[in-house]
């Protein structure tokens, strides 16, 4: 086997903005990878703390490369600083990682192993990983999906498939999906890929996530808002919608829409929570039946404070 191909180069892409206390370990597990054809490329958002600082004690490793803007773009715009790293970047393959998070040594390695055991059909390689909660100090694991092959029917029938941070990525994936898309840098990318090529994973725990209070996801209006505008361009289209057919799209649309309807009754926005279960029901008026749906409903026109218990206990069995 020609070694170049079966060590091919591996870009991680760490996108910084505003994460100086967590920058320095996620640079580090990056680094420490023991597949060791790799660049690490780290781009400063418009940080205005002292991640910038952070990020320049790695300046002189040669495997590491530095951008900075100077200003911030956040999550949901084009021209996102992912997609100018990846055009940037010299890989074969491409891995983003989040300043707030890091991987284990052999994420990498094996997931470069299975690439060169599987077929040409194969353009995204993901694994299980752990969940750290900063407030607590407790890991747990988490396994989202375990699917192989033609993935997207699974991301319309069951919900997403990989952790955020999890997949290697062959960069032509990105020339398939463009990389000037509302999206682009977030775990919508994978979503789209799905449906131009197959999907395999690594059955192993190799990628930590950390839960903390500045959570890009703990702005539920921002993601909610963020979601109803990626699925309109992208499964609102003739071409998704003969490849799978409307029930799916619909399917995926209204689980959607539950899951931000229990989400803002967890923090007490009600009025967004019926506005939620209102839009899944119309994309799938039987939901109207469901036991979920219907408990979402009675909670958030319930006082505050009765509410929140009954959310609490539900959450708690």
């Given at each position: 086997m020609d070694y170049s191909q079966a060590r091919p180069l591996v870009s991680i892409i760490i996108p910084c903005y505003n994460y100086a206390n967590y920058i320095e370990k996620c640079i580090d597990s990056a680094l420490s990878q023991t597949y060791e054809n790799i660049e690490v490329i780290v781009i400063d958002n418009g940080s205005t703390d002292e991640s910038l600082s952070i990020i320049r004690e790695f300046e002189n490793n040669n495997k590491v490369?530095?951008?900075k803007f100077d200003k911030n773009t956040p999550p949901g715009k084009k021209r996102s600083v992912v997609g100018y790293a990846i055009n940037k970047s010299k890989g074969d393959y491409i891995s983003i990682l989040y300043a707030d998070d890091w991987y284990l040594?052999?994420?990498?390695?094996?997931?470069?192993?299975?690439?060169?055991?599987?077929?040409?059909?194969?353009?995204?390689?993901?694994c299980h990983g752990y969940r750290y909660h900063e407030s607590t100090g407790k890991t747990e694991e988490w396994k989202m999906g375990s699917v192989r092959g033609f993935v997207f029917r699974d991301y319309l029938s069951s919900g997403d498939i990989v952790i955020p941070i999890s997949p290697?990525?062959?960069k032509f994936c990105y020339n398939i999906i463009g990389m000037d898309n509302d999206w682009t840098g977030s775990e919508y990318d994978y979503f789209v890929m799905s449906q131009?090529?197959?999907f395999d994973?690594?059955?192993?725990?190799?990628?930590?996530?950390?839960?903390?209070?500045?959570?890009d996801g703990k702005n539920i209006s921002s993601v909610y808002e963020r979601v109803q505008q990626f699925n309109a361009q992208v499964l609102f289209n003739t071409s998704t919608i003969a490849r799978v057919g409307r029930r799916l799209i619909n399917?995926?649309?209204?689980?959607n829409y539950l899951i931000f309807a229990l989400d803002f009754?967890?923090?007490?926005?009600?009025?967004?929570?019926?506005?939620a279960i209102i839009k899944?029901?119309?994309?799938?008026?039987?939901?109207?039946?469901?036991?979920?749906?219907?408990?979402?409903?009675?909670l958030s026109f319930l006082p505050v404070d009765l509410s929140t218990m009954i959310y609490s206990k539900i959450r708690s069995n």
């Open positions: 490369r530095i951008f040594p052999n994420k990498i390695e094996k997931q470069v192993n299975l690439f060169n055991k599987s077929p040409g059909s194969v353009g995204v390689v993901y290697l990525i062959k131009y090529v197959d994973y690594v059955d192993e725990f190799l990628v930590v996530m950390r839960d903390h209070i500045n959570n399917k995926r649309i209204a689980n009754i967890a923090i007490k926005d009600f009025k967004m929570s019926r506005d899944a029901i119309s994309m799938a008026p039987h939901y109207i039946i469901k036991p979920r749906v219907i408990v979402a409903l009675l």
